[in-house]
């Protein structure tokens, strides 16, 4: 059974950084891209990262570019978000996902992804 497990989550002043993971059960998270989405209330899933796996290539949103970064530790299974710089438009339930499909460079669309995490709370606030 596919399992995505994200961890990391929490409360952070403005300026703060916290680093998310996702944790995979089941399957080698190194044969996927993993992407890491977000969600605010009110708002539809919003694209943030992902990172391919055919040469862990990235592509980040412009929203958030330059201020977190996605890398894999494939000894653990595991994929991480540092994010750096919180802003309180970072609050959201942030997921990740995973596609066996191989990119040169991975896309952030829903669609493409067809195994989710159940998400964890993010909230930039002081």
């Known amino acids: 059974q596919l399992q995505l497990v994200e961890s990391g989550g929490g409360l952070v002043q403005p300026g703060g950084s916290l680093r998310l993971s996702c944790a995979a059960s089941?399957?080698?998270?190194?044969?996927?891209?993993v992407a890491w989405f977000r969600q605010a209330p009110g708002k539809e899933r919003e694209g943030v990262s992902c990172i391919s796996s055919s040469d862990g290539s990235t592509n980040y949103a412009n929203s958030v570019k330059g201020r977190f970064t996605s890398s894999r530790d494939n000894a653990k299974n595991t994929v991480y978000l540092q994010m750096t710089d919180l802003k309180p438009e970072d609050t959201a339930v942030y997921y990740c996902?995973?596609?066996?499909?191989?990119?040169?460079?991975?896309?952030?669309?829903?669609?493409?992804?067809?195994?989710w995490g159940q998400g964890t709370q993010v909230t930039v606030s002081s």
């Open positions: 996902a995973a596609s066996p499909e191989v990119f040169r460079l991975c896309v952030l669309r829903v669609t493409v992804f067809g195994s």
């Open positions: 089941g399957f080698t998270l190194d044969y996927y891209t």
